[in-house]
T-cell receptor, first 114, second 117 residues
Framework: ETGVTQTPRHLVMGMTNKKSLKCEQH?????MYWYKQSAKKPLELMFV???????ENNSVPSRFSPECPNSSHLFLHLHTLQPEDSALYLC?????????????FGPGTRLTVT | AQTVTQSQPEMSVQEAETVTLSCTYD???????LFWYKQPPSRQMILVIR??????QNATENRFSVNFQKAAKSFSLKISDSQLGDAAMYFC??????????????FGKGTHLIIQP
């Protein structure tokens, strides 16, 4: 595997379900991010992890729970979601200390909440 | 808070022609970075080009170049010799330089680029 991978690519879940999204980066980076891309809003930052420590929570509802066990893996645990949470969830990684710190993205998980 | 504005929801260009996508941003910071990302129908976000705010020279990457006007807070993307594979959503993004490197990106709403054969 190369780059940033995300699983599953598509997920349909009911409002009472619990599911998790997984992201893995193979770039040796030390920072990871979750973004939400919905039809009606620009890409929104959700969470930032720097060396496994959460450094930013962009006022995300508690029904989204991130987990970063190491600098290569990032999870987004989902529970009791709402239909408006249906969106494309993108994971990204970057190397802290690199001058421009550009972020590399995974292919996303398309989430549909029914 | 920083904001990024892309005023062109959609642009169309003939194959082999040149097109310029506009982006303006608002910030009170002096240290920051700007990016253009491309998102084709596959939805994979691909980095196109990057610019450091402290550099006066405009970045170029093959057929892609930017016109960075720091005083005007403008960061446009020029695509030369447009190709069918350039068709995508293009997003302008801002990253603060104040957070030590692990800073989230602030995105514009995107410009849908159509390439006419």
């Amino acid at each position: 595997e190369t780059g940033v991978t995300q699983t599953p690519r598509h997920l349909v879940m009911g409002m009472t379900n619990k599911k998790s999204l997984k992201c893995e980066q193979h770039l040796g980076h030390n920072a990871m991010y979750w973004y939400k891309q919905s039809a009606k809003k620009p890409l929104e930052l959700m969470f930032v992890y720097n060396f496994k420590e959460q450094t930013e929570n962009n006022s995300v509802p508690s029904r989204f729970s991130p987990e970063c066990p190491n600098s290569s893996h990032l999870f987004l645990h989902l529970h009791t979601l709402q239909p408006e949470d249906s969106a494309l969830y993108l994971c990204a990684s970057s190397q802290v200390g690199q001058p421009t710190g550009e972020q590399y993205f995974g292919p996303g998980t398309r989430l549909t909440v029914t | 808070a920083q904001t990024v504005t892309q005023s062109q929801p959609e642009m169309s260009v003939q194959e082999a022609e040149t097109v310029t996508l506009s982006c303006t941003y608002d910030t009170s910071e002096s240290d920051y970075y700007l990016f253009w990302y491309k998102q084709p129908p596959s939805r994979q976000m691909i980095l196109v080009i990057r610019q450091e705010a402290y550099k006066q020279q405009n970045a170029t990457e093959n057929r892609f170049s930017v016109n960075f006007q720091k005083a005007a807070k403008s960061f446009s993307l020029k695509i030369s010799d447009s190709q069918l594979g350039d068709a995508a959503m293009y997003f302008c993004a801002y990253r603060s330089g104040a957070g030590g490197g692990a800073d989230g990106l602030t995105f514009g709403k995107g410009t849908h680029l159509i390439i006419q054969p």
